[in-house]
């Protein structure tokens, strides 16, 4: 079978894999779609980020849905042409994070499509692959597995949301529009936000953003005082959602924040400076996110009910074939905001 | 009367200021113990912190006792005699901030002993000064007005608790052993840690730390590794107490916490830098906390029940007409802990 | 002027009665629109509930919404003309409750309607009232004036769902659907609810609960053991919204409910029954919600949005003049939902 | 080897019972000391408790300790000779409560000297039994095993604390001062309450209760208005542990606490009475608390540092022969707390 291979920074190659069988417990899935990810965009453009980095062929890729194709023995949740959302964590149900309800601190995660591990997990940008019977989750009746690509991120967006608590009420700002910050708007508005502003430094992300549910955007690139009216009496939002993983977005966020407020960190950057003497005077509460455990289901579940309309976040379907091409769109944020590939 | 004032940078005189008279629910607080505490300390040493800069003649202290010496109209709840506390803010009572429970951070607090404001918000270092009557806490009986000296910094530390969420059965590390530290580890104690490990710079805080119920205390100036055996499978403490407001002290404790703790962010610094990639993957939260509220009333009641032992944390006594002296030895942390004026 | 007076159990005349002008800091509303509410059918069906009697003649209504007529000096939130809801809700401002962010336990609240002090406070259905400023909310351009005499009524179902703490990703089940089992309908699915069933004794408020939003209802008078399926493996659903105040609706809802759920008491009912066997077992968390604080400003707000399409419950508009026959429509079940009183 | 063994209401013999072997991963525990729990005198007493029936001979017993006698393959956390607490919980940690982080929930639950299934899971006054490794805890140097033998009963009461959320600062009630009532007044000082008044119908356990810490002690059946001067203004305590099971102690809980508090119902009753209009008024929330979790190795860890002192607690060491009379002086309120067997 075909399948999309980094071999290195800017050495993306679609050629053949080999197959594997689903063991006991284990089911086979004909992947359909695949959404390009941050990550997957570390990979090709910088051969890594940070200290993880490809040390050997990786195919990339972990926002995919398909159809069964197979199941190993023993499987009863899912059947052979069961349309299903994958769920790319699979961790080892024993250690003491899986036992504590949160299994993605799992000692021993496999994630789909990192490098983190030798050998790398192996990803979803192929024709088929194995997994467990738990992490196939089957679609609801009516929901398209273009849209159900989209479970993963939305569930990474669904479980910043609970690290940020009730936002029933709250205003919210949003910075940095990519596609984890647009998913946290329509995630916001669901969870009953009052307000949700947003701001990137892009003006075609914050169009779409102010379609998908955004009351006000700023370009902070155009317009870098855009905040600064929410600094008056100690600040003014609630709950922050950090997309963008930048110290600039952060910085500009402090002043605009309430006492109290809570500042979920979803974008994953490097060393940024923070002033303690602001976070302490204002009690601002900064809080890591990290992927999601039953968040993903509950994307499927949602996105299968109508709760999120998705459709505005996908920019192009791309043949496998033309995976350079989907990467090399996928890397332009003027031009992408979710790039898939169809597989 | 006589009062210690600081006009600028290493300038700090004993000399005559003018005596007020108790309005209507004020209370006159015949001054005996006043403790000097870090921000004191950088009146006197830099002329102020960060932006906060003594602009005219400041009289500081915000740790401070004494006795009642007169009552205006209709005060009620204090007498001429009690042993009074006395709290170093006063809101206003009106803003939205005093209405949601939170007069820490009022928009018009008037903090004893403070140069955030033009006139500076004069403080205790004086024979007499006048209160509302709300801020006049009468003490239990037993307790010394030394002792109750410590209710300010007390409460400081009882907010950070607060800040923390549950410590019942947790393991916290408590970084930097100055007064607020050490009292950090009393506190951390009385709310049901099950283990306490302190570090700092040197050796003398260290040991006071040991007798005030760490568990295990490391230098790291001496012993840079020391955390190093923390780190396994993710990380070690639930909570962390940060109390110097260094960011090597923050640096060093994010790889020794597990997925999902929470820091508290006592110490003022500036600028620090943070590793966001690990804040996120290990979910870590960085809370800031500020002052206190009700925990004031809080510490003066634990103080006289005697669940906080604060004696080994008083180095010396030192008369008001020595003060320069005092803050001399308040400023040196290999031969002191917390230093109080005698008034 | 004309106001509906209740001076007994079924006796309630429209008559004349005084006016009363605005003084500093308070408005005058000519009100529009005012929804009965189930204490106001209580004082004119009973004369009252538990202890609380109609002691001498009362005007009832709180959930009012009409134009500003008058503003006495100094205010400047509001000016006469403009559209506003009418907040019920008069706290003292400074007793310990209203300082600690909960006006709604204020030690002297004055509440519109309200027969639990002497002299009553008297309530809305009548042409003008004077209240604060504060009380005064203004409209959002676009929502109407019955939609606005909403506000009530959602504030209480908004401040139900806070005291349930998150619901993004929850199941709910909403017990009663009465006018704030309706809401809570509309509020959880706001609040980014997965599933959402209903019950109630009757059909007719059951279809419009599906109407807004209800996945399933179940008539438990018609099929008692409607219930059942979801006690399986310790039951299912995250979060009751109890708004009957019936033993039985409680009673049925505790074995559907898994280990650990919220049960939200909206329902005011007298002595009730609890399995405090299963409670202890399951660790059902009982947790009751009164009234409301900032959640009328969100009300407001939200329904000026287009957050919440209140339209479906609104059986009809009467006169004034036919005051009578309102408060009969108003207690039959299966007639109406919402009555309002056209002022 | 002997065993005291319940066929029926009031029959317990001590006789011989067969043994076992450790499988891998699990030892076998030379039982030295165990409690009597109100929950083994029902079984003696009334042959069980609710729907709960002795249906076969069962051992009672699950507040044990004693040294490993035996150790099966693969056994690495504990070796022959060492001195542990038994965490009478065996949950299968596959199902969707242990993966949760709740086993307590376990949908497959064995807990030791249960009646809930069948066969009955046998209790440990026996002089061994077999166990996994995960559940023999080993001792901190210094802890006896007659007060190892308490790591149960405490970490039911650690559990309560955790479900109360902070106490820190908090005003507590206790109503009931059994032994879980008793060692909830040892978790609440050690958990930072700042006054803790308990009730009881009996002298002698509130004597025990004052000398645990208790602040102040009410005999309900001397003086039943012994609580009344908490009525004021709405209430005072912020918690209370509810460990009686008893409606009265309940509904006298009630108008002693301020809006907002929470009761930990600790005791298991049957059907009592609510007041569900105060509970809502007041924002009370009425929380179960079910056995514990990760506290068992809390209250290991925590007596071994002396963080409880719970001799006052045990009333007399009765050898296993004279069983029948160890329980009944345990079912004598006037004279006992806490009776142990020596096994």
Not at 23 to 33: H, L, M, Q, S
Not at 222 to 248: I, N
Request: with cysteine; aromatic share 4%; hydrophobic share 45%.
């Amino acid at each position: 079978m075909k399948a999309a291979i980094i071999h290195a920074a800017l050495d993306l190659r679609v050629s053949e894999t080999g197959e594997q069988d689903p063991g006991p417990g284990e089911v086979e899935v004909r992947i359909r779609a695949g959404g390009i990810c941050g990550s997957d965009l570390h990979y090709y453009q910088h051969g890594g980020f940070g200290t993880i980095r490809v040390r050997e062929p990786i195919i990339p890729g972990h926002e995919i849905a398909g159809t069964v194709s197979r199941v190993g023995p023993g499987v009863t949740a899912v059947a052979v042409g069961d349309a299903v959302a994958v769920n790319p964590s699979r961790p080892c149900n024993h250690c003491r994070f899986c036992l504590a309800g949160q299994p993605r601190h799992c000692l021993d995660m496999r994630f789909m499509g990192s490098a983190m591990r030798m050998p790398h997990v192996q990803g979803g940008f192929r024709e088929r692959l194995v997994c467990s019977e738990a992490q196939a989750i089957k679609l609801p009746p009516g929901l398209s597995i273009q849209h159900a690509a989209f479970a993963e991120p939305l569930a990474v967006c669904l479980h910043g949301a609970t690290q940020a608590g009730p936002l029933l009420g709250s205003r919210v700002l949003v910075t940095g529009t990519g596609p984890i910050g647009a998913l946290s708007i329509l995630v916001a508005r669901q969870a009953g936000a009052r307000e949700i502003v947003a701001t990137d430094l892009a003006d075609a992300p914050l169009a779409i953003a102010r379609g998908l549910g955004a009351d006000h955007t700023v370009n902070m690139r155009a317009d870098p005082t855009g905040l600064d009216r929410f600094h008056a009496d100690k600040g003014y939002f609630d709950v922050v959602f950090e997309a963008s993983g930048s110290g600039a977005a952060l910085a500009a966020a402090i002043p605009a924040v309430r006492p109290g407020a809570v500042i979920v960190q979803l974008g994953i950057g490097g060393e940024v400076a923070i002033p303690l003497n602001v976070l302490v005077a204002k009690e601002i509460q900064l809080r890591g996110s990290f992927r999601f455990d039953q968040e993903f289901a509950w994307a499927v579940e949602m996105l299968g009910r109508g709760a999120f309309d998705v459709a505005p976040l996908l920019t192009e379907i791309v043949p496998l074939d033309e995976a350079v091409r989907a990467f090399e769109l996928a890397g332009d944020r003027s031009r992408a905001m979710k790039v898939q590939l169809a597989i």
